[in-house]
């Protein structure tokens, strides 16, 4: 007799592929059982492909819902979930349809896809009360670059050729014009959201890799080493006092296994 | 497995999803408790919240359809995790999940997949329900499920297999009249037989929901009923419901609508009727017992 793993591969491929072969033989229900596994191939598929559709509404509204789909389709069939929580899954969706065919002729469409899942990804945050000025009043200037920064988790940053926030404003206030060309300009996005509620600004430059590099666990001499890096002429304290003005930043810490709210 | 569950609400709930869930906090209607599917609110922080705060007025139940008891490779211990992080924060009155597989080794099919009732499967679910109910603390609940296919190999029909499974592990169970009903007309079996041989000792809620007749592809001519949850519960199901409370007595009763979501109303319509189902059901037995 198979054992278990043996029927579930081949269920398995009969889901995915539709390759009923290796299982047919084992089924029960009807005068052909085989042909009760296209309610599991649906259910796979449609599920999938659906939530895929209400993740990327705005980028369906710019390709086209048959393509969206038909994207999605080949895409849960190249990348099936790897986790039950379906609302996490399509993060790689945008670099997947940046090979699509469709994506020759339009150049910022991963770039747009990926603005619209970190709207997507911010818009279901909570924020948490932000830390003030204050929380450095007990710093020495010099030990200031060891410091690091938790922020708020509905943030984040997009570094991209394309002015994609201007078409996602477009595709918001339903204010598209009929015919629409889009003129390369590198732009940095800071994405920010919470509670149902979503923004995004453009930063400058030296800004947007401080801020970056403070997102993703940089230290706030790296986040400043990064900013003069891009921009020789600009101020590490006056970007780390606007973060810290926006109310960005909830913690602050000296060391791994160090918080401190207050020095 | 001792770990007392909260006191049973004593009116049928509804399944919330998102698209009800800030209604559901703006007007708190009269429902006697919710069920969530966890998969829902681990990824959506903002969700989360406003589930605890609506936990703090109505019971809450767990219905997980991401801890896949029957796959070969083992249950994903990190989402089990997650659920044990959402269980503590809310202290729900079941945690509940289906007798079935979803998961192959790293992919995750998002369907309910059917199993052979064999005894290697039993001893893999055993294991499985072992392992959850010790991460959980508590006792954990399995749906019997809405069936399409069966395999050749099954050495025991599903009411024996979870007959083993609560000697085995001491987990309790979720009778989903709604399955039933689909399960037998799909596979030619009959209902009120299947409710008859339930292990009805260990029968903790129960489920109703809509399904949904298309073409049999497999029998021309014929119809297979799928488990769709998008439609009112059928008539033959309120049937099957009241067969059921006459034989297990009166047990948490819960209305699942997960797609083609009607108004929020409409659920609660649903659950009143339930209600009224139930307390029929009720005097009738209470007049049977009086004569």
Redesign the interface.
Same mark, same amino acid.
């Given at each position: 007799m198979r054992t278990l793993a043996e029927i579930q591969a081949d269920f398995r491929n009969a889901v995915i592929h539709g390759d009923t072969n290796g299982i047919a033989h084992e089924l029960v229900g009807g005068l052909k059982p085989d042909r009760r596994l296209s309610v599991h191939q649906r259910n796979y598929e449609t599920s999938l492909v659906d939530a895929l559709l209400v993740k990327f509404p705005a980028t369906g509204w710019l390709i086209g819902t048959p393509f969206l789909t038909h994207a999605a389709k080949d895409f849960i069939r190249a990348h099936p979930p790897t986790a039950p929580c379906i609302a996490e899954y399509g993060d790689s969706f945008p670099a997947f349809l940046s090979v699509c065919a469709l994506a020759e002729r339009v150049s910022y469409l991963r770039d747009f896809a990926e603005l619209e899942w970190h709207v997507g990804q911010v818009a279901i945050a909570v924020d948490f009360a932000p830390i003030s000025a204050e929380a450095f009043s007990g710093v020495v200037p010099d030990a200031l670059p060891n410091f690091r920064l938790k922020l708020q988790p509905g943030l984040r940053y997009l570094n991209t050729s394309w002015p994609v926030d201007e078409l996602m404003k477009l595709y918001l206030t339903e204010t598209a014009p009929e015919q629409l060309e889009l003129a390369s300009i590198e732009i940095w996005l800071e994405i920010r959201g919470a509670r149902g509620q979503f923004q995004f600004n453009r930063l400058n430059p030296a800004e947007f890799v401080f801020r970056k590099c403070i997102s993703e666990g940089g230290s706030i001499g790296e986040a400043a080493e990064c900013s003069l890096d891009t921009d020789t002429g600009v101020d590490p304290g006056h970007v780390l006092a606007a973060l810290i003005s926006d109310g960005l930043a909830t913690t602050v810490t000296q060391t791994a296994d160090q918080h401190h709210d207050n020095f | 497995m001792t770990t007392p569950m909260m006191c049973t609400p004593p009116t049928p709930g509804i399944g919330l999803r998102l698209a009800h869930l800030e209604e559901m906090v703006a007007a708190r209607p009269p429902v006697g408790w919710l069920e969530v599917h966890p +998969? &829902?609110f681990?990824?959506?922080?903002?969700?989360a919240?406003l589930l605890a705060e609506l936990s703090v007025h109505y019971p809450v139940s767990i219905h997980?359809?991401?801890?896949?008891v029957?796959?070969?490779?083992g249950i994903?211990r990190?989402?089990l995790i997650?659920i044990r992080g959402l269980v503590d924060q809310i202290n729900p009155i079941f945690v509940s999940g289906h007798l079935a597989?979803?998961?192959?080794g &790293? +992919?995750?099919?998002?369907?309910l997949?059917p199993?052979?009732y064999?005894e290697?499967?039993a001893r893999?679910v055993t294991s499985h329900v072992d392992e959850l109910q010790n991460t959980l603390g508590r006792p954990y609940l399995i749906e019997n499920p809405a069936?399409?296919?069966?395999?050749?190999?099954s050495a025991m029909n599903e009411t024996v297999f979870l007959h083993e499974i609560v000697q085995r592990t001491g987990c309790r169970l979720l009778c989903d009249v709604s399955n039933v009903v689909v399960s037998a007309h799909?596979?030619g079996s009959n209902p009120q037989t299947y409710i008859d041989d339930f292990p009805a000792e260990a029968i903790a809620e129960i489920h109703l929901g809509g399904f949904t007749p298309v073409e049999? +592809?497999?029998?021309?001519g014929?119809e297979?009923w799928?488990d769709t949850h998008a439609a009112p519960i059928a008539e033959r199901s309120w049937d099957l419901y009241a067969h059921a409370l006459r034989r297990f007595g009166p047990k948490p009763t819960l209305i699942e609508w997960d797609n083609q979501l009607p108004r929020l109303t409409t659920l609660v319509g649903e659950a009143r009727y339930a209600d009224r189902v139930a307390r029929t059901i009720l005097m009738e037995t209470a007049h049977a017992d009086a004569g």
């Open positions: - | +998969e &829902n681990l990824a959506n922080p903002h969700a919240e997980t359809v991401g801890i896949s029957g796959t070969a490779s994903d990190l989402h997650r597989w979803s998961s192959y &790293n +992919e995750y099919l998002n369907d997949l199993l052979p064999t290697e499967t893999l069936s399409y296919v069966g395999f050749k190999s799909n596979m049999d +592809e497999a029998t021309p014929a297979l799928i």
